[in-house]
């Protein structure tokens, strides 16, 4: 499978910004699909993953009411919605898919078989 992140940017706190994965080849074998960020000088976190199938989605505490990950199995796409930005939210954020059997709804990066290259999102104050 291969991902291609798009839609990141510079914004001014406060704003909103929607983050677009595409994935192609071999997306039948998705189960589960996510979005991480990595800040400067920090490790990657997860931020928020999404059934392939049912769509049931889960997100980390830190972001939970501010972003929404949705898919569009049709387009193969998944998107990250994230609104009232504020600096914090300054990392490059990586789309990622999972296979059956893996534990996708964990939030551990391990979990994940397919990244894509990141897109980074700049929050200025």
């Known amino acids: 499978v291969q991902l291609q992140a798009s839609g990141g940017g510079l914004v001014q706190a406060g704003g909103s910004l929607k983050l677009s994965c595409a994935a192609s080849?071999?997306?039948?074998?998705?189960?589960?699909a996510g979005w991480f960020r990595q800040a400067p000088g920090r490790h990657r976190e997860f931020v928020a993953a999404?059934?392939?199938?049912?769509?049931?989605?889960f997100y980390a505490d830190s972001v939970t009411g501010r972003f929404t990950i949705s898919r569009d199995k049709a387009k193969n796409t998944v998107d990250l919605e994230i609104r009232s930005l504020i600096p914090e939210d300054t990392a490059i954020y990586y789309c990622?898919?999972?296979?059956?059997?893996?534990?996708?709804?964990?939030?551990?990066?391990?979990?994940?078989?397919?990244w894509g290259q990141g897109t980074l999102v700049t929050v200025s104050s």
């Open positions: 990622a898919t999972a296979i059956p059997s893996r534990r996708w709804y964990l939030g551990v990066s391990s979990e994940y078989l397919y």
């Open positions: 080849g071999g997306t039948f074998n998705i189960d589960g």
């Open positions: 999404i059934g392939w199938t049912g769509g049931s989605t």
